[in-house]
């Protein structure tokens, strides 16, 4: 953990006299302390604080922190004893599922099926559940869906709460330290997903501070760590990482560009600062670390890191949810805004010192409404630098509209059934598997697709993690299931595959069927073992939904190349011939396209100064950044990796 602490003691020494003086004796003080972006206030009786209702709020405009008060370990009852009461106060009809503890912040999480009858008329259950067990309730609504990975987090930081608690305590004390230097200059450098898909990673330093945004792997070149993995010999890095002295990570979205070699930097004791993140991506990002060395050791290679070094991305994970705005160190404040890419994904806001400068980060984004989601965010309080992808950067980059897409989409289905054939789809477990399931299933209801299909892999359990945060959805889903009380994720014709037997079964299986499996670029996963045992069937079709990156398998077929060789049973290489129709609808894309990039920038407010554009293969990026300034009057300019860009 960095060791930068100067002065912490001095300054909560005066803030606990500001604090002494303004909130009632009755409370019953007993500690204040920084806890990660947080001033946190332990008191005996949380009562005699929340009966002011402008308290906090009149402290945190004196103080300028964000303030949270919770009761003192001391008083909070045992947790069994804690779930007995909360069972006694709330109402049966609440239908509740399940109650579990966090101590590190004094939290009880109480999911029912019916929320509202929790926090009772007027938040009169919540007061008295309160009062009586002193744990903070927070309720939520029980998701249709169980997911073990969510349950796992929450068993996660339930048994590590204490030495969490001594981490978020060594984060504030990092957060709040007297600055040592005014921030007078700003420099990023591309350590990965510059001029390229894959492995991002960007640096940004301050005369105070060290931020990475996004650590990601290009999975589709991990046999050479050199391409396959972020610039570790940037000297830079080298230094930050030898010296301690990085502040945070920040993660955009769960997809392991870009964020799949977090906890290699745990394995290996390069870092021991928090995360930033949404809740869904620290969730979705955990099933893919996890995922990802499963079948790492499936195909007899030693994995990159272990469960344990996933556990403690838990552990280091601070999560925020959009708009909120954090402190993540002396000059540098964080804000996370919808990015439209997949479910929690983010556009990274930082604001530099006071006033010097502000930066925002698309990672990857979508500028159109989705099934899904809603448009990325396009306004900010202040921006100077936006720093934004350019998958779909070059000049002829359109996608067919989403219209369109989903009635061809159809036709392909439709067109393979008639023949008897099968159709695979490869798609992310997360983002494009959900859009083409809410798709299939319209058409299903609406249409009559009577055909089952199958969801193999991931995407079960990425659905699963879907319905647990509808807020982060589109307001027309979220409508769809709690006012029309509809969720079409729930269709009886989804059928989920438990194991390689089933799947065995699906593909020697006479009759026709959909089967969207993961992963998307046919790289490891159930995908691939589809397609090495469907593709030589002309009946058949295999459908590319999402981008297919340099070097995969998912890029040979999309090509057209027809006989590929693949390791067959035993180890042994044997050549697949491809006789299945090949088609791509690059309408379900979750990046913008060259319109909406372009859009993007029109509409963006304020107008920034600079734009760069990361994210793409070479000719994308500098396509894009020519065109943004010949039509704008924007300083532009696209980046190799280890190039160093000084923003002020």
């Not at 439209?340 to 980060?361: D, E, F, K, T, Y």
Request: hydrophobic content about 40%.
């Amino acid at each position: 953990m960095i060791k930068r602490e100067t002065n912490v003691d001095e300054i909560l020494k005066e803030i606990r006299e500001i604090i002494s003086q303004m909130v009632p004796k009755e409370a019953k003080i007993t500690e204040v302390e920084f806890e990660g972006p947080e001033l946190v206030i332990y008191v005996k009786n949380p009562e005699a604080v929340m009966q002011d209702g402008d308290l906090i709020k009149n402290l945190a405009k004196v103080l300028k922190k964000r303030i949270s008060v919770r009761p003192d370990p001391d008083v909070l009852l045992p947790p069994e004893k804690a779930e007995e009461l909360i069972k006694q106060i709330v109402p049966p009809e609440a239908e509740i599922t399940n109650i579990s503890f966090d101590p590190s912040v004094g939290e009880v999480i109480i999911e029912a099926k019916k929320p509202g009858l929790v926090i009772g008329k007027n938040g009169e259950t919540l007061r008295e559940i309160t009062q009586k067990v002193y744990w903070a309730p927070k309720v939520v609504r029980t998701p249709p869906l169980q997911s073990q990975t969510i349950y796992s987090i929450r068993g996660i930081l339930q048994s590590e709460s204490k030495d969490r608690r001594k981490f978020l305590r060594q984060v504030g004390r990092n957060i709040y330290r007297k600055p040592e230097l005014k921030s007078e200059w700003i420099r990023i450098t591309g350590l990965g997903g510059f001029r390229e898909v894959g492995r991002s990673a960007l640096l940004l330093q301050t005369n105070e501070s060290f931020v990475l945004v996004d650590f990601g792997v290009n999975v589709a070149a991990l046999n050479d760590p050199k391409k396959g993995f972020p610039h570790f010999d940037a000297p830079e890095f080298t230094y930050v990482l030898k010296e301690g002295l990085l502040d945070a990570i920040i993660i955009t979205h769960a997809h392991l560009d870009h964020s799949g070699l977090l906890p290699y930097l745990f394995r290996y004791n390069l870092f021991d600062g928090p995360i930033y993140t949404t809740p869904p991506t620290r969730d979705l990002m955990v099933l893919l670390q996890k995922d990802f060395i499963e079948i790492q050791q499936s195909n007899g290679a030693d994995p990159l890191y272990r469960m344990k070094d996933i556990k403690e991305v838990v552990k280091h994970t601070i999560t925020l949810d959009y708009g909120e705005v954090r402190d993540i160190s002396p000059d540098l404040r964080l804000t996370l805004h919808n990015a439209g890419h997949i479910l929690g994904s983010s556009i990274v806001h930082l604001h530099v010192g006071n006033g010097l400068h502000n930066i925002a980060v698309t990672g990857d984004f979508k500028f159109l409404p989705t099934r899904l989601f809603e448009p990325a965010n396009a306004r900010f309080p202040r921006l100077e630098t936006l720093i934004m992808e350019s998958t779909y950067g070059g000049s002829r980059d359109y996608q067919m509209p989403r219209e369109e897409a989903e009635k061809r989409l159809i036709e392909v289905i439709l067109q393979t059934i008639k023949r008897k054939g099968k159709v695979l789809i490869p798609a992310m477990a997360v983002g494009r598997a959900q859009e083409i399931m809410l798709v299939l299933e319209e058409y299903a209801r609406v249409g009559g697709l009577e055909v089952p299909i199958y969801l193999d892999g991931m995407i079960w359990e990425a659905t699963a993690i879907h319905t647990a945060y509808p807020e982060y959805l589109s307001k027309s889903l979220r409508d769809q299931i709690f006012h029309e009380g509809y969720n079409p994720f729930l269709n009886e014709i989804f059928k989920p595959v438990a194991n390689a037997n089933e799947r065995k079964d699906i593909i020697e299986s006479e009759e026709p069927a959909i089967i969207i499996a993961s992963s998307g670029m046919l790289v490891g996963g159930p995908s691939v073992e589809y397609f090495k045992n469907l593709a030589s069937d002309p009946r058949n079709s295999i459908i590319f939904v999402s981008y297919q990156a340099e070097g995969t398998l998912g890029r040979q077929v999309q090509r057209g190349l027809r006989e590929i060789p693949m390791i067959g049973e035993g180890g042994k290489t044997e050549v697949v011939q491809v006789n299945m129709e090949i088609h791509t609808i690059d309408g379900f894309s979750g990046h913008a396209d060259r319109r909406e990039l372009m859009s993007y920038i029109a509409k963006v407010k304020p107008r920034p100064e600079r734009v760069i554009t990361v994210h793409g293969e070479p000719q994308k990026c500098l396509d894009l950044a020519s065109s943004i300034h010949k039509k704008f009057g924007i300083s532009t300019r696209a980046p190799n990796n280890l190039d160093a860009i000084r923003l002020k």
